[in-house]
């Protein structure tokens, strides 16, 4: 059984920063497409980092500069460092597992749609 956990959501003031966490089991994550999407109050679902199985990164245009994916297959985590937060980045942030094959820009455009996903970690940023 597949099974996606975040942590390490919070409040934090603009400017600051904070560390997501995914622990994957039940799939051999570490050469696979993975990523993160968040959904803002009343606002549709975002893609917002993927990571493929070459290791390459895709950022939305709102984080790019900002926000790092990265992961460590020796503790099956997939992280979201998250800096010079700002107020428009409080949304709740999920971790998603699209087909494992997936590369580039077709990893991170599969990332919403993905059928594997976590149950959110929620970050608030205040002004």
């Known amino acids: 059984q597949v099974q996606l956990v975040e942590s390490g959501g919070g409040s934090v003031q603009s400017g600051g920063s904070l560390r997501l966490s995914c622990t994957v089991s039940?799939?051999?994550?570490?050469?696979?497409?993975m990523g993160w999407f968040r959904q803002a109050p009343a606002k549709e679902l975002a893609a917002v980092a993927a990571?493929?199985?070459?290791?390459?990164?895709t950022y939305s245009n709102s984080v790019k500069g900002r926000f790092t994916i990265s992961r460590d297959g020796a503790k099956n985590t997939l992280y979201l460092h998250m800096n010079s937060l700002k107020p428009e980045d409080t949304a709740m942030y999920y971790c998603?597992?699209?087909?494992?094959?997936?590369?580039?820009?077709?990893?991170?455009?599969?990332?919403?749609?993905?059928?594997?996903r976590g149950q959110g970690t929620q970050v608030n940023v205040s002004a």
């Open positions: 998603a597992a699209p087909p494992a094959d997936r590369s580039g820009r077709w990893c991170y455009d599969s990332i919403i749609a993905a059928l594997y």
């Open positions: 039940g799939y051999k994550f570490d050469t696979a497409c």
């Open positions: 990571i493929d199985r070459y290791e390459s990164t």
